[in-house]
């Protein structure tokens, strides 16, 4: 069995469901991973994760399900399908959840304010599953076979992006909500060179491609890039295969198609080798 990546939520900022994003899906942001021995992890906790934690509680066996969850930052989009997420309500299931602090403010403190009886009727400390909340950091995260690093991106609030190595020797690098060029943001110096060696030779690169060139004049600072932008770190960093992700609300299947297609074109006149697809709901890579 070979690592697969399967998508969940590949929205950005808010859900939009309807009829013109049956194709590409209208779920906010969640990706599950799996690795050659069954290992789960989780990246990030938007509306797609109540879809997969149905889909996991379906499946499970007597051993309960036991997973990693890598939250990149904490506004909405990321983690409001966290208190619909079916495992936290069986018991027997393990599941850890990981983080950025925001300032003085602990990933554990954002979920209970996330759980708080005023906005939802379980508080988190009444969940069934056994439930561990930990900081991520520059310290590498040992889950089983799979290591994982991170480092900070260039969005409003801490957000890290994730480089996941697996055991059968693959490797995928998330990244959401990230503004490549404009803005100004606490990631020191040079760090543009720091984030191609971070993704340097990835299988798979996810990264945001909310806008398009067109767009972009109008949102700098929102913490964003275009797909053309994703394309061009995509070929300096040597992935070989970029998922277009984060889709902008307004953007139905029809604009994806286009999208999807000028970002290949663009591949095509830098005679890159590089294969380039939309995220979709339901769409599953192997590694």
């Keep these: 069995m070979s690592t697969s990546v399967t998508f969940w939520g590949t929205r950005g900022t808010i859900p939009t469901p309807g009829p013109h994003t049956t194709r590409y ?62 495992p936290f309500f069986k018991k027997g299931n393990v599941l850890r959840v990981w983080g950025p602090k925001q300032g003085d403010m602990g990933m554990e403190a954002i979920l209970k304010s996330l759980m ?25 995260i040992q889950a089983r076979d799979c290591l994982i690093t991170s480092m900070r991106v260039r969005h409003p609030s801490v957000t890290v992006g994730y ?16 503004e490549l060029s404009g803005g100004e943001y ?18 798979l690169l996810i990264h945001d491609s909310t806008y398009t060139p067109e767009e972009l004049p109008r949102y700098t600072g929102w913490g964003h890039s275009t797909y053309a932008e994703s394309v061009d770190l995509a070929l300096e960093a040597g992935v070989k295969r970029l998922a277009l992700f984060h889709h902008e609300p307004d953007h139905g299947d029809a604009a994806l198609d286009e999208i999807t297609e000028r970002a290949q074109e663009l591949v095509a006149r830098r005679h890159g080798r590089l294969e380039v697809d939309a995220a979709a709901e339901g769409k599953q890579i192997t590694l």
């Design 163 to 178: 480089r996941l190595k697996m055991s059968d020797g693959s490797s995928l690098v998330y990244v959401t909500d990230d």
């Design 116 to 140: 708080q009886p005023v906005v939802f009727p379980v508080p988190l400390e009444a969940l069934a599953a056994t439930l561990e909340v930990r900081h991520v950091n520059a310290e590498p």
């Design 25 to 86: 899906g209208g779920n906010t942001a969640c990706v599950e991973v799996r690795d050659k021995t069954g290992q789960l992890v989780i990246l990030d906790a938007g509306t797609g994760i109540r879809n997969l934690g149905r889909h996991l509680q379906s499946k499970a066996g007597p051993e309960g399900i036991h997973a990693d969850i890598l939250v990149s930052h904490a506004h909405w989009d990321h983690i409001q399908g966290l208190p619909y997420f079916a």
């Design 186 to 203: 606490d990631v020191g110096p040079d760090w543009r060179k720091r984030f191609v060696a971070f993704i340097g030779g990835a299988d």
